[in-house]
Each structure stands twice: as structure tokens, then as C-alpha cells.
């Protein structure tokens, strides 16, 4: 089964860690990207286009109400699904069970149909420094909200929440090989 089935990632609109992100994703095979629609700006924003196109992978944009690329969790085509980076917005949509964007709708669909997902979250810690547009480095002060949204999200089933690009790495790694055990 697993043979054919494909790795899913989607980028929210996250400045935080995404280069790193697009870094990762680019290491790896077999992949179907999903942006938010502010990750399609975002990545403009930050002059990252050609480094989200450097491997070829299959690129999925937001453009329906319904989400229509999430049929393709229904047709069993994805052994994983990694958000990252997930901004607080999405951190939070899918905290409460909101779906009703293409990436909240990827996660609560990988949910439903038992796939599954690996979550970066953006505000880990109460102070970071994040990469803005144009290399500057702004510092930032996640909410306690943003923290708490994270905490729930890491009690759902199926749902691994990392916190760094070296647990993200990782997480990808340990999926990828239960899927060629399997
Ligand atoms: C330059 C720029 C950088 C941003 N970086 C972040 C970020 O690191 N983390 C975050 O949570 N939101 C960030 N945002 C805000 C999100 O893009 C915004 O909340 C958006 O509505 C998120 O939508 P999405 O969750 O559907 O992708 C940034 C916005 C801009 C313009």
C-alpha cells in the first residue's frame, strides 16, 4: 500500500523558520506542497519562489471554498501530512477544529481519515527572533493564547507537534521509515 502513497506539506504564511522549511522540504521525494493563501504572498514576500520551485515538487494553491485537493486524503494518496511553519492563525483554527481553509482542511481531514500529521509551530516560546522580509530580524513575543492554542494541539490524536527544525527533521524521518516498513 504505503509504496505509492506520498508525503503532504503545506506552508501557512509564516515568516518564522521558512526558509529552514523550504530547506527540509527540498531534501525530500515524492512530495505535494499546499499553500495557504498567505503563504503564497509570504513567499513572494521573501523572495523564496524559486527555492519553493528548486525540486519540482506538485504545488497546490488555495482557490476553492470547499478546499478540493483535500479529496485527495479521501483517495488514500498520502502516508503524511506536514504543516510548517504553522502560523498562530492556523495553530489556532485547527486547536478549535476549524476547517475552513485549504491547510485547516488538510489537517482535520488527514484526522478524519486516521493520516498522520506533523506540525512546526511558529511561537513556541514566549521571546523569539524571526526572519521579516528583506534578511531583517524582528524580535517577537508569542501570547499566552498562542502558547495555550499549541499546548491543545498537542493533545489530538495522530498529531505530532515540534518545535524545532532539527524535531521537524526527525519527525519526517521516523514517518518515512514506518512507511517503508509497512
Ligand atoms: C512578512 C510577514 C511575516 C509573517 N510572519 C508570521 C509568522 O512568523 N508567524 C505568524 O504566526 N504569522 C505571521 N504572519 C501573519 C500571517 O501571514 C497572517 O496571520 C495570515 O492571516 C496567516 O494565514 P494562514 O494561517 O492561513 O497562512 C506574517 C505576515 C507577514 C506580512
Not at 78 to 102: C, E, Q, W
Not at 127 to 150: F, G, Q, T
Request: charged share 20%.
Amino acid at each position: 500500500m504505503a509504496k505509492q502513497q506520498r508525503l503532504a506539506w503545506a506552508i501557512t504564511g509564516s515568516g518564522h523558520y521558512l526558509r529552514e522549511s523550504l530547506a527540509i522540504l527540498n531534501s525530500l521525494e515524492n512530495v505535494d506542497v499546499f499553500l495557504s493563501r498567505a503563504a503564497a504572498e509570504i513567499i513572494q514576500q521573501y523572495g523564496f519562489q524559486s527555492l519553493l520551485n528548486a525540486k519540482g515538487h506538485r504545488i497546490y494553491q488555495d482557490k476553492t471554498a470547499s478546499s478540493v485537493p483535500v479529496e485527495m486524503f479521501y483517495q488514500g494518496k498520502y502516508h503524511a501530512l506536514v504543516i510548517a511553519p504553522a502560523t498562530s492563525n492556523t495553530i489556532a483554527k485547527m486547536a478549535y477544529g476549524f476547517s475552513d481553509s485549504l491547510v485547516t482542511n488538510l489537517f482535520a481531514q488527514a484526522g478524519k481519515t486516521r493520516v498522520p500529521c506533523i506540525v512546526f509551530a511558529c511561537d513556541t516560546a514566549p521571546e523569539l527572533e524571526s526572519e521579516a522580509p528583506r534578511d531583517n530580524v524582528v524580535k517577537v513575543y508569542p501570547r499566552k493564547i498562542d502558547l495555550d492554542n499549541i499546548a491543545k494541539l498537542k493533545t489530538f490524536e495522530a498529531t505530532t507537534v515540534v518545535e524545532d527544525m532539527l524535531n521537524l527533521s526527525e519527525s519526517i524521518k521516523k514517518s518515512l521509515q514506518t512507511v517503508l516498513q509497512s
